[in-house]
Nanobody, 121 residues
């Protein structure tokens, strides 16, 4: 069992930047970030392989968000730049048992509790 704790969320203005962090209780393989707003399904944001060599992004965040990881710290990060009101959501960190990045939530085995990001215009 891997426990995940997200941090770094909060209220910001459109155009601002935020860096989300996710600390894992142990070694992790591929990791990802998802987000969810009330009444909608959880949405893929970004994923990174164990090695860090492969990363995937949703079209809505490509070019603005960057996922990275520090395996020595068992952590993954999401640098969010040029935030937009439509980025407002609860952001969740997730871990796969597989080494490989993946874009579907069903492929993840452990989830954090989420951190709220609110972007005002």
């Amino acid at each position: 069992q891997v426990q995940l704790v997200e941090s770094g969320g909060g209220p910001v203005q459109a155009g601002d930047s935020l860096r989300l962090s996710c600390a894992a209780s142990g070694r992790t393989n591929a990791m990802g970030w998802f987000r969810q707003v009330p009444g909608k399904e959880r949405e893929f944001v970004a994923s990174i392989s164990r090695s860090g060599e492969t990363a995937y992004y949703s079209d809505s965040v490509k070019g603005r968000f960057i996922i990275s990881r520090d395996n020595a710290q068992n952590a993954v990060y999401l640098q969010m730049n040029n935030l937009k009101p439509e980025d407002t959501a609860v952001y969740y960190c997730a871990v796969r048992k597989s080494l490989y990045a993946y874009t579907y939530s069903t492929g993840y085995d452990y989830w954090g509790q989420g951190t709220q990001v609110t972007v005002s215009s």
